[in-house]
């Protein structure tokens, strides 16, 4: 059953049909709010997946948005949602953009879909195309005691790689952590992670 709603979950519009009803990522917006309002900003968005997530997020009429994902039809339909963003299939680990052209990079629900590796080595990527004073934006899930629906629904997740604060952490070598905390997204509670180079 279980592997079923993970494989409907690889159709795009059933993907997208559970983001809206799932994650209410204005939550997210709020708690990255003071890096999201300043001037016209290069934003990558590694994982984008649909651009639900960046499409409540991010103002793309005014910040030069780039969201990419491993997944085409997933790209395929955040461009068609979100035309005023610019949407490519790529690989995190190596992406083809110059170094230094980004300001602000955002990490939302993603790394608990890698493996230790291929997280550090999507994160170790993004540091080289993060200008100087870039900042990379996390907001991961964590389960929390006594939180038994948002547990069972993690433990549910295609995510296998749900950490604690320490094990995301752990994953931030060459970074610095300048905040951290949690806030809620919906049943869950999320940590969210602010990071400079």
Known sequence: MLKLAWRLLEIPAVFEL???????YRNVAVEF??????????????????????GTVIDMRRHRYTGVDMTPGYVET??????????????????????????????VGVLHHMDDDTARAC?????????????????EPVFMPGRWLSSLLLSWDRGRHIRDEAGY??????????????FRLSAH?????VLAP
Do not use: H, W
Not at 18 to 24: H, I, R, S, V, Y
Not at 78 to 100: C, E, I, V
């Open 78 to 107: 955040a461009s068609r949602r979100y035309p005023d963003g610019r949407f490519l299939a790529m690989d995190g680990r190596k992406m083809s953009f110059a170094d230094r052209c980004f300001d602000l990079a955002l990490y």
């Open 33 to 54: 709010s003071e890096f999201l309002s300043g001037p016209s900003l290069d934003i990558l968005d590694v994982g984008c997946s649909t651009g639900t997530c960046g």
């Open 189 to 193: 509670t999320f940590r969210s992670f």
């Open 123 to 139: 994160l170790g990527e993004t540091r080289r195309v993060l200008r100087a004073d870039g900042r990379v934006l996390v907001a």
């Open 18 to 24: 559970q983001q809206k009803l799932c994650n209410d």
């Open 169 to 182: 952490r752990a994953l931030f070598g060459g970074y610095r952590v300048l905040r951290e905390r949690y």
